[in-house]
């Protein structure tokens, strides 16, 4: 996985050795201390209940892994996240960026929504590349991408880098259990009812890039 760190520092060792020093200040961005606390609420902050029978293993189809999230509309819908962004940002099976992790009953969190991964309703792609207060971006073309499968999402979900603390590589649920939108999206997402996306390729989905989409993009509301 080529990140816009690892190209830069590249190119920078190629004009100077100073560039295999890392500096202080980015290290001293990347492992910021967020604080960290234990999360005792019978639910996550995003209102999901914490209930460890509520979490199965899935297979990220094309990617070979397999994780574990909430049954049923929250697993359709952060299905859908991590295949595309497999396809269309970094592979998640090549072990490069921390892979993909989801469902923990780690209960220590450094910010509130990392709560969310109690429930299942939450997941982290390439998790150890753009970790929580992390000071590495996405590519322009990448964030594209990130916003235009919250386009999919339908205002589901939120990305972490529109949180603060920013964790890039996070992603959430943040409608609740009962609401008529998730029930709508996840029905539209869920591969076990709709056969053409269980081979999803990154030409199989709307071009992000069009002016339709990235007007509805724009649109999506963000966390303030």
Not at 1 to 13: F, K
Not at 62 to 81: D, E, N, P, T
Not at 186 to 203: C, P, Y
Request: with cysteine.
């Amino acid at each position: 996985m080529i990140t816009r760190r690892s190209l830069l520092g590249g190119a920078a060792a190629g004009a100077s050795m100073l560039a295999l020093v890392p500096s202080a200040s980015a290290h001293a961005a990347d492992k910021a201390d967020m604080g960290t606390g234990m999360w005792t609420r019978d639910v996550s902050a995003n209102g999901w209940r914490i209930d460890p029978a509520a979490i199965a293993t899935y297979r990220v189809e094309g990617a070979g892994v397999s994780i574990a999230l909430r049954q049923g509309q929250a697993a359709a819908v952060l299905l859908h996240v991590a295949r595309r962004w497999h396809y269309e940002i970094g592979p998640l099976d090549t072990g490069e960026g921390g892979g993909v992790t989801a469902h923990t009953s780690q209960r220590t969190v450094r910010a509130d929504f990392e709560s969310n991964y109690l429930s299942g309703t939450a997941l982290a792609l390439h998790p150890t590349a753009y970790p929580l207060g992390g000071s590495e971006r996405l590519w322009p073309h990448q964030e594209a991408i990130v916003r235009d499968i919250l386009v999919d999402c339908d205002g589901t979900v939120v990305w972490g880098g529109d949180l603060t603390p920013a964790k890039l590589s996070h992603f959430q649920l943040v409608a609740r259990p009962d609401a008529p939108t998730l029930a709508r999206v996840a029905a539209r997402l869920d591969t076990s009812r709709h056969t053409e996306l269980r081979s999803q390729t990154a030409g199989a989905v709307a071009d992000p890039m069009t002016p339709a989409r990235r007007e509805q993009a724009r649109r999506l509301p963000r966390p303030r």
